[in-house]
T-cell receptor, first 109, second 113 residues
Framework: GQNIDQPTEMTATEGAIVQINCTYQ??????LFWYQQHAGEAPTFLSY????GLEEKGRFSSFLSRSKGYSYLLLKELQMKDSASYLC??????????FGKGTTLSVSS | ETGVTQTPRHLVMGMTNKKSLKCEQH?????MYWYKQSAKKPLELMFVYNFKEQTENNSVPSRFSPECPNSSHLFLHLHTLQPEDSALYLC????????????FGAGSRLTVL
């Protein structure tokens, strides 16, 4: 089986940095994904990590430690439009993505 | 049209009704998925189709019946649903079922009275 944990809610202010953590327990690990979902919209792909380390993509970075079953999504220079749910998802070999409950991030001015 | 399109965006139905959700993708992908998204719960995988063949059924009750006539279209037929089936139903597609990145539609918000 698999278990994916992430905080339910987080708040931050514009211009700040926020780190959203995700821990997972799974067999046959084949990569970790982060998706962003604005209210009423489709989830959109943000990042993919399969090797340990940090992947940077503009204001967003994602980190993975396979030995610790741990990932985080780092958002820098927060903007109001970053208010959304952030979904951590794990890929096991031979199956579709399994998602966590998501973290709702609220960015205030 | 581009991406993944779902219709209807909103649906209200009684427990004795029969309705269908439709998903269409214009990405040339070969795999399509149905996920259920309920409040405070993770996205739940329901069904996976790869090259029109069902490859995963995640123990979904038979009152949900998927249909994949071709690689571009996916339906979810609904009948005798329960109020607890009220949720956002998301369709997604990928290059093939082993591929990593899913492209999601905006979802169909279903309310069962």
């Amino acid at each position: 089986g698999q278990n994916i944990d992430q905080p339910t809610e987080m708040t931050a202010t514009e211009g700040a940095i926020v780190q959203i953590n995700c821990t997972y327990q799974t067999s046959g690990f084949n990569g970790l994904f982060w998706y962003q979902q604005h209210a009423g919209e489709a989830p959109t792909f943000l990042s993919y990590n399969v090797l340990d380390g940090l992947e940077e993509k503009g204001r967003f970075s994602s980190f993975l430690s396979r030995s610790k079953g741990y990932s985080y999504l780092l958002l820098k220079e927060l903007q109001m439009k970053d208010s959304a749910s952030y979904l951590c998802a794990v890929k096991q070999a031979g199956t579709a993505l399994i998602f966590g409950k998501g973290t709702t991030l609220s960015v205030s001015s | 049209e581009t991406g993944v399109t779902q219709t209807p965006r909103h649906l209200v139905m009684g427990m004795t009704n029969k309705k269908s959700l439709k998903c269409e993708q214009h990405l040339g992908h070969n795999a399509m998925y149905w996920y259920k998204q309920s409040a405070k719960k993770p996205l739940e995988l329901m069904f996976v189709y790869n090259f029109k063949e069902q490859t995963e059924n995640n123990s979904v009750p038979s009152r949900f019946s998927p249909e994949c006539p071709n690689s571009s279209h996916l339906f979810l037929h609904l009948h005798t649903l329960q109020p607890e089936d009220s949720a956002l139903y998301l369709c997604a597609s990928s290059q093939e079922s082993g591929a990593n990145v899913l492209t999601f539609g905006a979802g169909s918000r279903l309310t069962v009275l």
